[in-house]
Each structure stands twice: as structure tokens, then as C-alpha cells.
């Protein structure tokens, strides 16, 4: 079903308890609402920015095990990933694609080594496998990567990972639970929790959507249990239950710069499997883009749009620079973008060696928190902690559809086989016939955006009828990806981004001026100087 805001709204309204009210509107707390909602549970998500707003859409684009987790030897991690790779491109098949990796060779030893440990991460995929790693000549590498520094190349290692794009799931993620009857609303906070004999059976959220049209009330939201899933944020609910307990979430930043495809003009990506602070990094087409990343530096503030430092986007340039034949300097960077990874707290020294496992607690007043993990196990992460909170409410005694996740064999909102990557709309999915619908009726929403960008005047309409885009920066950022592919690009089309809405949503000229004012402070950001 479309996501209406107003309609989410009533629903909101109607309900006078909820089974399941799910804090945090990103990857986890989203896969939450579509398994809880598909076993036919009352389910309420609320989201204080806009789905996907934090990491969720801020990650290297791929679904993968995670090569460098089989390098620390957290075999059980890499397993579980490659299991859930094959389970997300097999429901998801309009997002996901298998990505062919190149892993170059300069000294003698890289071969063997890394070839070996990529047939084991072959060898662990099994069936479920994207395709066999293959050692590469020379010349074959550079038939492949045809950009890569040729000076001492020795040949490389072909292998196969998934890639997708990160915000475009989280709302097919969103749709899907709506689908399913769950009540899924961006822009609403949660400020406090309801206890009664020390016991959480509820939230107070609050409209956080600031125009003269819509009503800021605050909601008392009942619920038998409630999900703490807000990734970076998960400490400050988990202080607003107990404010002595110790914080969970330590937290590193990672940025990604963005290039024209001429530094890269391939459909193989690059994997460096080890950079000075034993990273990998990566050069990936995407969007006929190329994306470079990722860096991994500590931090002690959870910011909703975190800052790329300026070192950081210096040591991107170093290490790539020492792979390509040119050399990409900041003026052809064309935009820059940081995320937090939400770390459980560990021993180490180095947020870099901390896991990436996801990890589930229940506080004395029941509220389930779960944090950590990553986007490609997000699936696995919900049926877990569903699992918790089911039996904590005794639902498998009472309903016997509320047992057993379905989510294994279940479409995304959007499934489309045989999807042609190639095509302008095809991460809509199956949804694409509804934007030439809106094309059909006007001819000039066929029109680009931007000449720098691929995107449509339908899609805005698209997204505010269909996706609960309330903002210039919800489409520029999360419904397209104009703001990660061209920050410039998106900060000069952003006038008649807002001028469409203004039509389509009948706001007023003060709420034009307020959204292009608000929009180009966030994308500053994103611009390399």
C-alpha cells in the first residue's frame, strides 16, 4: 500500500494498544516492522527523522559477508551474512545485484593469499553463492579495471558480492510492512516511556513536523512490548528507561568520497584489502558513479547528519591515488558523505577490531533494545529479537501465526525479476509503471531535475503521493540519491524540488523558502570544500 502519512496518522489515533511499538525507523527497526507486522502482529513503528535519515543510508552500498570480518576470523559473522546476501538478493532481486570485485596484486604473495581466503568465502556461501572467485592475469585485471596503476601489477583476484541501494530498500522496507498492515510514521520522537509498577507499556511520541497544517500534539502510544532499535541513538533511550545505566554503543565514523566514472570506467569494482589502519577500502560503481571508501574514525557524539573531517577525506585520496592511473584530487570529488556505525561496547582499543555482531538486551523494565550488526543481516537481526519479545508476551500461547518468522520467502515491496540495472526507474521495482503513469498524464514530469542528474520531475510527485516524502531533503537524499551522487548538482535543483511539493502538497511560499534554506544547510556538508 502507498505510504500516507495522514492515514498512518489516524490509524495512530484509532489503535488503543499496539503489540509491538518499534523505536528507530532505519534498517533494524524497519526489517522489525515487516516480520512482526507479516506474522499478523499489531505493529506500530515511529522514526524522529526520516526513514533511513542516519547510517542506514549512509553504508558502501553492499550486501556482503565481509571480507575483512573473515580476516579477523569471525567465521560465524561472515556465515550468517552470506547466508542473509543470498536471502536479500533472492526477495529483493529490483535492489540487489551481484558486483564483480577485484582484488589487484602488486607483490608476489597477494595472490595465493588472498586468493586462498576467497575461496573459502566461496566455500562458506554454498549454494546460496553469487559466483566462483577466479586468480586473474595481468592483462585479464586490467581488461577488467582498465584505470588501475599498471606499474608493478602483477594480475588480481576476481570475486562476487552483492550490492544494492541502502536508502531505496529501507522504504520498499517501510512499504512492505505497510503491505503487511503495519503503521509505519517518519518525523515522530519518542520523549518518554510509560511505566506503570516499574514495568514499560508504552512511549509518549511527539509531531515533529513543524508547519502551520499539521497538528504538534503529543501521543500516548500503549504497547504490549516495545523495541528499542535507533542504532547510534540506542543509549539515549536506553538513559530515558534508566539514566545510571552503563552506555551499550560506542560509535566510529566512516565517509565515502564520490567520483565521476571516468576514474573508473568499469562495471568491476576494487577492493584494497588492507590500508595503514587496517581497513579495507573500496571503489565501487554506483549510480554511474563511482563510490571510494571507507575510513574508520572514533567518535563520542551521535549526530543525525555527521561531518566527513577534512583528514579523512585526505587519507581516501592517499590510498586511492596509489591504485589508479590518475590520480583523483578533492576538486573531482562530487560529494562526500559520513555514517556511524553503532559499535557494541568492547575491549578493544581500535573501534576498527570491535564486531560487528548485533546484540539484544532486556532492561529490568522490559524495554528490548538491539543494537550493532549490519545492513546485510538486518533480516535476521528483527527475527531475533521478535523472537525475544514474543515469547516475553506470551504471544506464541496465544496466536499461532505470531510464531515463526515468514521473512525467509518474502518479497519486498517492489519484487521484480529480471531487473535491467541499466534502466533509468528500475530501482522502483515493480512500482515503476505507477511513475510513467504520472508521466503519461503530464509529459513534462518526464523532464530531469538537474542535467547532472538522472533523476525525474515524476519522482517527486511519486514520492510524496506514494513513499511519505515530507521534505526537499527526503527526496534529494533518501528517495533519490541526488545529494550523494552531486551535492552541487542537488543544492541547485532543490528550488524547483520544492516548488513541485509546494503544488503537490498545497504548502505556502513560507514553507518553499524554509525547505530550500533548510536543505542547502545540510548539503554544504556533503560538498568537498
Known amino acids: 500500500m502507498p505510504l500516507k502519512r495522514a492515514e498512518m496518522i489516524e490509524r495512530l489515533r484509532a489503535v488503543r494498544e499496539w503489540d509491538i511499538c518499534i523505536i528507530g525507523g532505519g534498517a533494524t527497526g524497519l526489517g522489525i516492522a515487516v516480520d512482526a507486522a507479516s506474522r499478523g502482529l499489531k505493529t506500530l513503528l515511529v522514526e524522529k527523522f526520516d526513514f533511513a535519515k542516519g547510517t542506514s543510508s549512509r553504508s558502501t552500498k553492499l550486501v556482503h559477508g565481509g571480507v575483512r570480518y573473515l580476516q579477523q576470523g569471525n567465521i560465524k559473522l561472515v556465515m550468517e551474512a552470506l547466508r542473509e546476501r543470498g536471502i536479500l538478493l533472492k526477495n529483493a532481486p529490483h535492489l540487489v545485484k551481484n558486483q564483480a570485485f577485484i582484488v589487484p596484486n602488486y607483490k608476489w604473495w597477494e595472490g595465493p593469499y588472498y586468493g586462498i581466503g576467497?575461496?573459502?568465502?566461496?566455500?562458506?556461501?554454498?549454494?546460496?553463492?553469487?559466483?566462483?572467485?577466479?586468480?586473474?592475469?595481468?592483462?585479464?585485471?586490467?581488461?577488467?579495471?582498465?584505470?588501475?596503476?599498471?606499474?608493478?601489477?602483477?594480475?588480481?583476484?576476481?570475486?562476487?558480492?552483492?550490492?544494492?541501494?541502502?536508502a531505496r530498500l529501507a522504504i520498499h522496507l517501510a512499504m512492505s510492512a505497510a503491505d503487511h498492515g503495519a503503521t509505519v510514521i517518519n518525523y515522530m520522537n519518542v520523549e518518554g516511556l510509560l511505566k506503570a509498577n516499574g514495568k514499560i507499556y508504552g512511549v509518549i511520541a511527539k509531531e515533529m513536523l513543524d508547519d502551520a497544517s499539521i497538528d504538534r500534539a503529543s501521543y500516548e502510544i500503549k504497547a504490549k512490548a516495545v523495541i528499542n532499535a535507533t542504532g547510534v541513538f540506542t543509549d539515549s533511550i536506553l538513559k530515558m528507561d534508566d539514566a545510571k545505566v552503563e552506555s551499550l554503543v560506542t560509535m566510529s565514523q566512516g565517509i565515502h568520497i564520490v567520483l565521476d566514472r571516468e576514474f573508473l570506467p568499469s562495471d568491476t569494482a576494487i577492493l584494497i584489502p588492507r590500508t595503514n589502519d587496517k581497513r579495507v577500502l573500496f571503489a565501487v560503481p554506483w549510480h554511474n558513479k563511482i563510490i571510494v571508501g571507507t575510513t574508520d574514525t572514533p567518535v563520542d557524539h551521535a549526530s543525525a547528519e555527521p561531518i566527513p573531517l577534512k583528514e579523512e577525506i585526505e587519507f581516501i585520496l592517499h590510498h586511492i591515488q596509489k591504485y589508479l592511473a590518475k590520480d583523483p584530487g578533492r576538486s573531482d570529488i562530487r560529494s562526500v558523505f559520513a555514517g556511524l556505525r553503532p559499535l557494541v561496547r568492547g575491549q578493544s582499543k581500535s573501534t576498527a577490531a570491535l564486531s560487528r555482531d548485533h546484540h539484544i538486551t532486556i532492561s529490568g523494565s522490559e524495554l528490548i533494545t538491539i543494537t550493532g550488526g549490519k545492513w546485510t543481516t538486518y533480516r535476521k537481526m528483527a527475527e531475533d529479537v521478535l523472537e525475544i519479545a514474543i515469547h516475553k508476551i506470551g504471544f506464541e500461547d496465544i496466536d499461532p501465526l505470531a510464531t515463526g518468522s515468514k521473512t525467509k520467502d518474502l518479497p519486498i515491496h517492489g519484487y521484480k525479476e529480471a531487473t535491467d540495472f541499466n534502466s533509468p526507474l528500475y530501482y522502483y521495482g515493480a512500482d515503476e509503471q505507477g511513475i510513467q503513469t504520472i508521466i503519461n498524464d503530464d509529459k513534462t514530469l518526464g523532464e530531469k531535475i538537474h542535467p547532472s542528474l538522472p533523476f525525474i520531475k515524476a519522482e517527486i510527485i511519486w514520492g510524496v503521493r506514494n513513499e511519505m516524502c515530507m521534505r526537499v531533503e527526503d527526496f534529494l537524499s533518501r528517495r533519490t540519491r541526488a545529494l550523494l551522487l552531486d551535492a552541487q548538482a542537488a543544492i541547485e535543483s532543490a528550488p524547483m524540488v520544492a516548488e513541485i511539493m509546494v503544488r503537490e502538497m498545497q504548502k505556502d511560499e513560507n514553507w518553499m523558502q524554509n525547505q530550500i534554506a533548510s536543505f542547502r544547510s545540510v548539503a554544504r556538508n556533503y560538498l568537498p570544500n
Open 118 to 166: 576467497l575461496k573459502v568465502y566461496d566455500w562458506m556461501a554454498g549454494s546460496l553463492g553469487f559466483g566462483p572467485s577466479e586468480f586473474l592475469s595481468k592483462e585479464q585485471t586490467l581488461a577488467l579495471a582498465p584505470t588501475l596503476d599498471p606499474e608493478g601489477l602483477r594480475g588480481g583476484v576476481l570475486y562476487h558480492d552483492g550490492q544494492f541501494d541502502d
